[in-house]
């Protein structure tokens, strides 16, 4: 009874930890914009780049990135004074926070189900249990957006990078199993909130961003 007690409250930390609408509030707050009625009507970094500059983007991409994380790092706590630190399946229970913190995100009770794709929690989360994590995502995320120029592209090659990480890093001996499959169920729960970025991406409408998109402009000119 206490092991589905434990696993409860590391489910409940990430969701509502993910849940948190930070990007939405931000955005209402300086530039009294619904992101909700905004493009996408996403809640991540994206669309508030969209809705209101660059500023507010990393913003919301951090503070994202941050709650993610901060799941983990609640939960981990709460664990280790309910279960002791040596639970023997305190990494399943971390596992569901990260997955429930990307769910919570994508999903929010606070905004009638609604959210973001999920791609900056999901950084965060698994920043948290390795922080190598962080800066390979953000050199592939740029990488993606300078060459690529769709962030929804960017988000789905982030989504399949944390299962190789963790998949590697599983082999080594250096991360457990219950990571390798969290990543693999958030890189589902990414892909299925981008359904719709994924359907433009095959038919040839999908948006596109920064450089790429200034060169296409100017070849339209050509």
Do not use: C
Request: no cysteine; hydrophobic share 50%; charged share 15%.
């Amino acid at each position: 009874m206490l092991i589905i007690l434990y696993f409860l409250v590391a489910g409940l930390i990430g969701y509502f930890g993910g849940a948190l609408p930070l990007g939405y509030l931000y955005v209402k707050k300086t530039k009294k914009v619904d992101l909700r009625l905004v493009s996408s009507g996403r809640t991540g970094g994206t669309n508030a780049y969209r809705a209101a500059g660059l500023s507010a983007g990393i913003v919301t991409g951090l503070g994202d990135v941050l709650k993610g994380a901060g799941s983990i790092w609640l939960s981990q706590l709460a664990l280790d004074a309910l279960a002791g630190e040596d639970w023997a399946l305190r990494s399943w229970a971390l596992a569901l926070t990260g997955v429930m913190a990307v769910v919570g995100h994508n999903w929010s009770v606070f905004l009638n189900w609604r959210g973001g794709a999920g791609t900056t929690p999901n950084v965060g989360w698994a920043t948290a249990l390795w922080p190598g994590v962080f800066p390979i995502a953000f050199v592939v995320m740029i990488g993606m957006l300078l060459g690529v120029g769709m962030a929804s592209v960017a988000s789905l090659t982030v989504a399949v990078l944390l299962p190789v990480i963790f998949g590697i890093r599983y082999a080594m001996g250096l991360s457990p199993l219950a990571y390798f499959l969290a990543s693999i169920a958030t890189a589902l729960v990414v892909t299925y909130a981008l359904r719709p970025n994924i359907k433009r991406i095959i038919e040839g409408n999908e948006r596109v961003v920064g450089p790429r998109a200034k060169r296409l402009e100017n070849k339209s000119k050509e």
